[in-house]
């Protein structure tokens, strides 16, 4: 099993430019989630998935989309980025919403001049 | 609505010293509770988990904590600090979705930073 896969591992853009997150799991979960981290804020949730076709808004969804037509795939768009969404991004999956462990992904350095 | 404050952003001991961390809580049902340890330029991993049942955790790698509703607190503990242990520590609570709130959110503090001196 290769776990929870995200790419790019680093990524710069430039303000306004819009870009995708990708996220796999090959753990057959049906929750899928996105954070963001930053300095002294620990990991904030972004949205969220319950399953194939079910998505919801977490703590910070503001200029962020995501989708999921597959169990397996959960990516996040960035429809125009700006300097504040300058941050490292992790997807995470698990079994259970609640009390489920959930495995994270190696996460991907987003820097947005 | 749900929180967690971990007291102390840095934490330094010594090689073989008590490791305590410090998580409290506040959620208006009963939470589920998490420590996750993230190491350099890693993502997080799951130390070990409170879901209602024993209230002392018993997690990987020698860490416990203890659930103690009367101070809404879930500290973790390490009798013994070893260098391979410096890490940041993540506290994190959820609960089951309600009747008022059906949403699913997992709430992470903002995390201690680990440093264990030789």
Redesign the interface.
């Known amino acids: 099993n290769a776990g929870?896969t995200q790419t790019p591992k680093f990524q710069v853009l430039k303000t306004g430019q819009s870009m995708t997150l990708q996220c796999a799991q090959d753990m057959n979960h049906e929750?899928m989630?996105w954070?963001r981290q930053d300095p002294?804020?620990?990991?904030?949730?972004i949205h969220?998935s319950?399953g194939a076709g079910i998505t919801?808004q977490?703590?910070v969804p503001n200029g962020y989309n995501v989708s999921r037509s597959t169990t397996e795939d959960f990516p996040l768009r960035l429809l125009s980025a700006a300097p504040s969404q300058t941050s490292v991004y992790?997807c995470?999956s698990s079994y259970s919403?609640?009390?489920g462990?959930?495995y994270?992904?190696?996460?991907t350095r987003l820097t947005v001049l | 609505a749900q929180s967690?404050t971990?007291l102390g952003?840095h934490v330094s001991v010594s090689e073989g010293a008590l490791v305590l961390l410090r998580c409290n809580y506040s959620s208006s049902v009963p939470p589920?509770l998490f420590w996750?340890v993230q190491y350099p330029?890693?993502?997080?991993?799951?130390l070990l988990?409170y879901?209602s049942a024993a209230t002392l955790v018993k997690g990987i790698n020698g860490f416990e904590a203890e659930f103690k509703k009367s101070e809404t607190s879930f500290h973790l503990t390490k009798p013994s600090a070893h260098m391979s242990d410096a890490a940041e520590y993540?506290c994190a609570v959820?609960?089951?979705?309600t009747g008022m709130d059906s949403?699913?959110?997992?709430?992470?503090?903002?995390?201690t930073r680990l440093l264990v001196r030789p």
Do not use: C, H, W
């Not at chain 2, 330029?41 to 799951?46: A, C, K, R, T």
């Not at chain 2, 959820?94 to 979705?97: D, E, L, M, N, T």
């Open positions: 929870v929750y989630s954070y002294g804020m620990g990991l904030r949730l969220y319950v919801d977490g703590e992790f995470a919403t609640v009390q462990t959930q994270f992904g190696p996460g | 967690v971990q952003s589920y996750y330029n890693q993502g997080l991993q799951l988990k879901t993540f959820s609960r089951q979705p949403s699913y959110k997992l709430i992470f503090g903002s995390g």
